[in-house]
């Protein structure tokens, strides 16, 4: 599987044979033998882990519980709200034949699940004192989707879905403005991405919400990727489902609901968002090893060498960063060279690399090389003692995190574009970054600038008073100021 | 959602009503708006939280790597090993329909994935230095089933999906073995059960096994629940995928399978086999609360009490059980009544209850109280000084897991019953364990048995030399000794 020997394509040069070759060469994960599905190798599937790891302590600590759902939802009941339907539909995989006969009725594999927590929310909630309910799940989902790639698009694909139903309309839109910005908190402080966030416009919004929020990063090809949506929902499913509660007034309401999600797309936004020209650069907090350990083997010095660097690798997990255990790996492999294994952990984005010699051994030291940089910087080793400068290693990652944060923010501020004329914007949304730039409010001339441009509103910047600023394409008194942009 | 106030059946007069009856009431789950699927409601996928968390330490403590194939199988890959696609066809799902088109090939809903990861294998091993994989997964499946119960069999399921390749023979079976023993350790050690374990006869092996292992525990009504599988797959799928490898002597060769899996069934059999009159008993190392603290509220002391309980249950949680920080709860709904309260953990099977009043209080005390045997014992909690007894807490924890796990052990002895005549073998299938009776090796002898008895072999207990023993039915010479019984 010594696959990395080759060059990868270089970043700079093409962007999509990049991304393809960290997935495959790095082991992330490859093509399944079902159109547009993909199997997550181990260290892909490490690196969603991390992920899952940072974002449920995240949603937990809003108070959501864990739940399942069934993959099973009944035609009917996918039907009962009407934009839902309508919006879902044409992506529905139907199982039509179960145990041999054909169903009675078709079972879509579930896109979403708003559907089938309707109806059981419809069974579970009496009163206001069983609200709120606060719900997630991780599970699949299925959507048929034309164009796929790894991560970013894909049939069936990993995410958590959180839905929940409130009392009143405000604490339904306060849920959504609170996941929205665990959302923006995880991309942000957890994966060091850059992101934007705001509400979308009507015409990209969730089949069947009130109001729709994102959050959207800037990949190096100057697309927005949507990395994370969260939806009030107002009593649309509410009302489609029948889900009322007896309030402490004595009167019968409708429930207020929301939904929000992020998916393994965020894992594709990762990939894109840090590599370089070597490879994969994973943020400290999500790599499923912060660090590898590389021995130097000489002939004669290789046995005592293979049992340091075992040695060190046992201390420095032993050590913590980030408040967690740092989690270390060595690559003992006597039958490739050194050379082979930088490169190999330099694809894998691993964020600092150990090198340790017989020279690193006589000074109880350990060369410690940043991913990004790749500046170099000495730790003491004491193998003797049993000693290691875990500190110096915290902050090594600690900088490393911060540092990637700061070039994602640096690099999306010079990719945001303040715009005037419609050429300008053209030029702008083809490969450049967002063009902020006004609106009129009318989805028709969204839809224009979508057929002249491939270009759609992100998010919504704010509202703009009336004669301030002039829409995009149309001319007219813009309403918005909005980021627009191509998107993955 | 106070359903708990009404009695739930006695498990000892209706094992099948109280089984729905904890599950509903205790709200561990429901029933979901698909026939024979289930919902998880937050409780019982906390419960099933923590056994994934107790095996997933076992699994990867041998070296397993987590993966995740994809859910879809197209129809041909099924195919591909002839007595797998025998085996599972007339219990696939079947898509037929994606994105509003009728697709070219049906694809199936994984009911194991042996098909989609054999593709991969091919693609992936190359060298013997590729061998072994060691691939977990966690993941749903769907078998379309006839008569379902929550946990116990269910249209789609969770569960774990262990899937390895070796280079001998000798790795293969003693990967399998390993396996086995780690699902007879879960059991036993960790939910406190009891099983046996052993090979199953052909006609009761995985459509595509050369040999499958099973744990089987032995629930209250007599019948055998089957808890977790094991199986040795030879050469079988490898051939089928071909699946091939360039080992160290330069010549080709198959590479040698196993799979193994736990499913959610297993939740069931910690409810049947824990359970008591009252609810559940949930053994304290899967249980998602091991303490709940009930203050006892007067009018004058309200206040101070349900600040204690509230300082109480935080200090609990800082301390260790099972080499893990405690899970408590307090349950400081002013609403209802102590008693209420007991009932509805009792129902929910939480290991040890917590009363908590002014009398405690003045006393620096905290009254601590069994869930099996309802002893009470006294902990020192003092809240100025903000100490608690964790030592104390943490033996009772262990004492009641030890009485679980013994009276487990009894009970499943109780149940085995060597048997001479074929009346005897009747009676004692019929509700009351397992009959160790032999076997004449012949498949016809079993189908006889299963036919006249509904009973079958669940696990082989050893091979007895011919003329020893005599077959149970035929009369004829055994060649095994094995365990028969009444199954789920």
């Not at 270009?455 to 301030?468: E, P």
Request: hydrophobic content about 40%.
């Amino acid at each position: 599987m010594s696959t990395e020997a080759k060059q990868i394509t270089k970043k700079s040069v093409n962007l999509s044979e990049w991304y393809t070759d960290v997935i495959l060469r790095g082991e992330l994960a490859d093509y399944a033998p079902v159109r547009g599905c993909m199997v997550y190798r181990p260290y892909g599937y490490a690196l969603w882990e991390r992920v899952k790891t940072l974002l449920d302590r995240r949603i937990r600590a809003t108070g959501a519980e864990e739940v399942y759902y069934p993959l099973f939802i009944p035609r009917s009941l996918l039907q009962r709200e009407s934009e839902h339907v309508e919006g879902f539909s044409p992506q529905v995989a139907w199982v039509t034949i179960g145990g041999g006969e054909k169903l009675a009725e078709p079972l879509a594999i579930r896109p979403t699940s708003e559907a089938i927590i309707g109806v059981m929310w419809q069974k579970w909630i009496g009163s206001y004192r069983d609200l709120p309910v606060l719900h997630n799940q991780w599970c699949n989902v299925v959507r048929w989707e034309k164009a796929t790639r790894p991560f970013l698009r894909t049939l069936e694909f990993l995410w958590q879905e959180g839905h929940t139903a409130h009392r009143t309309e405000a604490d339904a839109r306060a849920e959504t403005e609170l996941m929205l910005e665990v959302y923006r908190a995880l991309a942000e402080d957890d994966l060091a991405m850059a992101v934007i966030a705001g509400p979308k416009s009507e015409s990209e919004r969730f089949a069947g919400a009130v109001e729709t929020f994102s959050i959207e990063a800037m990949m190096p090809d100057g697309k927005a990727l949507q990395s994370g949506t969260s939806h009030f929902l107002g009593q649309n499913f509410a009302r489609a489902f029948d889900v009322k509660f007896l309030d402490e007034d004595n009167i019968e309401k409708f429930v207020w609901t929301t939904s929000w999600g992020v998916s393994h797309r965020i894992v594709g936004g990762i990939i894109l968002m840090h590599g370089d020209d070597n490879g994969l650069i994973l943020p400290p907090l999500v790599a499923p090893y912060q660090v590898v350990v590389v021995p130097i083997l000489f002939e004669e010095t290789k046995a005592e060498t293979l049992r340091a660097a075992s040695r060190l690798t046992e201390l420095v997990g032993k050590g913590r960063a980030f408040d967690e255990p740092i989690r270390a790996t060595a690559d003992l492999d006597e039958a490739s060279t050194p050379g082979f294994k930088f490169t190999k952990w330099e694809v894998r984005g691993v964020p600092v690399r150990f090198e340790l010699g017989p020279k690193e051994l006589a000074n109880s030291r350990v060369v410690a090389v940043s991913r990004d940089t790749r500046a170099k910087r000495e730790l003491r080793f004491d193998l003797e003692a049993g000693t290691f400068d875990h500190e110096g290693l915290s902050e090594m990652l600690g900088e490393l995190h911060a540092r990637m944060r700061a070039r994602a923010r640096k690099e999306l501020e010079s990719r945001v574009f303040q715009i005037d004329g419609f050429d300008e914007f053209s030029e702008v949304v083809a490969g450049r970054g967002f063009a902020l730039a006004g609106w009129d409010g009318r989805p028709e001339t969204e839809a224009a600038v979508k057929e002249a441009t491939a270009a759609t509103i992100r998010v919504l910047k704010s509202r703009v008073d009336s004669g301030k600023l002039k829409s995009v394409y149309s001319g007219d008194s813009a309403s918005y100021l909005a980021y627009w942009g191509q998107s993955y």
